[in-house]
């Protein structure tokens, strides 16, 4: 049963830090990309 709590804490943890890399992984592609959407909306 111990095992089990280990290896749950485990996966948890790396698939938080997957999910936390992910996410910012985003997060600075979408820094990168000019935003000429959000221009052509102010114009009209």
Known sequence: ????FKFL????GFFS???LG???G???LKS???K???DS????
Do not use: A, G, S, W
Request: glycine share 0%.
């Open 32 to 34: 990168r990309i000019p």
């Open 41 to 44: 909306d102010r114009l009209v």
């Open 17 to 19: 830090t997957f999910l």
């Open 22 to 24: 992910f996410h910012f």
């Open 1 to 4: 049963m111990k095992k089990l």
């Open 26 to 28: 985003k997060e600075k």
């Open 9 to 12: 804490l485990l996966f948890v």
């Open 36 to 38: 000429f959407q959000d």
